[in-house]
């Protein structure tokens, strides 16, 4: 029995090891959306920063500002969404089968 333990506790710092170079990796990804027909991209990464935001000129409009800002923030909500769907892809692997709901 202390040998299983062994064996389980090697087990997991093995997993450990490797959840961390996940992440780590995840850093490095990216995931883009889209709104107003492309007229407004939003990049963010793998550990749910927003890196870049692109807005074509045409869209802005001094006299309706509120369509830019409402642009931008369902840009930026759908990447931060497609985050963390690569979130949950990449290290869902992990946590499979271990019902460990809202790890990442």
């Known amino acids: 029995m202390k040998n299983n333990m062994g064996n389980m506790m090697k087990q997991m710092q093995k997993m450990q090891k490797q959840m961390a ?18 007229a407004i991209k939003v990049t963010a990464s793998g550990d749910k920063r927003i890196v870049d935001i692109e807005i074509d000129q045409d869209v802005v409009d001094p006299e309706d500002v509120e369509m830019l800002q409402d642009l931008v ?26 019902n460990m709901p809202g790890m990442f």
């Open 73 to 98: 923030l369902a840009a930026t909500n759908e990447a931060l969404k497609k985050a963390d769907e690569m979130i949950e892809q990449d290290m869902g692997k992990f946590t499979k089968g271990m």
């Open 21 to 38: 170079q996940a992440q780590e990796e995840l850093k490095d990804k990216t995931v883009e959306a889209t709104a107003g027909g492309g």
